[in-house]
T-cell receptor, first 114, second 111 residues
Framework: GNSVTQMEGPVTLSEEAFLTINCTYT??????LFWYVQYPGEGLQLLLK?????DKGSNKGFEATYRKETTSFHLEKGSVQVSDSAVYFC?????????????FGQGTTLQVKP | NAGVTQTPKFQVLKTGQSMTLQCAQD?????MYWYRQDPGMGLRLIYY???????DKGEVPNGYNVSRLNKREFSLRLESAAPSQTSVYFC??????????FGPGTRLTVL
């Protein structure tokens, strides 16, 4: 079946460090891929998305490229800030008819220290 | 424009009690969803409603019922709460293709 696997957390970085959070997926057909972010005590917010192979999603300095050959959608940021501390979820939508149902990875906690 | 709102924000129940979690959106979205979030497991879909008047089971529907009261509102009911239902519950709705908007969540503890 369809699934999403993220790297284990927590990830602890110093401010201005480079961030990579790995995400790989298993899906039939051509899913759309997403990164959502959850700040402490809040709901999830869409961070970026890509809807077809080789698309690059980007937002707030974060970016991820839809790699069909490696079934991956790794999240990167060149210089993290303390305010980026949050839980990051990789997700995909699947199925014909686009019911919009999301399948999530388990989430990766990022802590950025000053 | 409040987006997706959920009530209550926190709730403590005893085993066997019932309750309804409320969700409303003011964005004129057709589809709405209920997820639960558990540590180390991401979010899992409980039920969804593709349009007013329709509901379908998701990945973990057992122990829950839903009602799509109108286009704005989608409620989740626990008829007889169990400790395994201790979780954070999120409601979401969809605007354009694929982009879901989430509410702030309800943190439920079942003793």
């Amino acid at each position: 079946g369809n699934s999403v696997t993220q790297m284990e957390g927590p990830v602890t970085l110093s401010e201005e460090a480079f961030l990579t959070i790995n995400c790989t997926y298993t899906a039939t057909g051509y899913p759309s891929l997403f990164w959502y972010v959850q700040y402490p005590g809040e709901g999830l917010q869409l961070l970026l998305k890509a809807t077809k192979a080789d698309d690059k999603g980007s937002n707030k300095g974060f970016e991820a490229t839809y790699r069909k050959e490696t079934t991956s959608f790794h999240l990167e940021k060149g210089s993290v800030q303390v305010s980026d501390s949050a839980v990051y979820f990789c997700a995909l939508t699947h199925g014909s008819g686009n019911t919009g149902k999301l399948i999530f990875g388990q989430g990766t906690t990022l802590q950025v220290k000053p | 424009n409040a987006g997706v709102t959920q009530t209550p924000k926190f709730q403590v129940l005893k085993t066997g009690q019932s309750m309804t979690l409320q969700c409303a959106q003011d964005m004129n979205h057709n589809s709405m969803y209920w997820y639960r979030q558990d540590p180390g497991m991401g979010l899992r879909l409980i039920y969804y409603s593709a349009s007013e008047g329709t509901t379908d089971k998701g990945e973990v529907p057992n122990g829950y019922n839903v009602s799509r009261l109108n286009k704005r509102e989608f409620s989740l009911r626990l008829e007889s709460a169990a400790p395994s239902q201790t979780s954070v519950y999120f409601c979401a709705s969809i605007r354009e293709k694929d982009t879901q908007y989430f509410g702030p969540g309800t943190r439920l503890t079942v003793l």
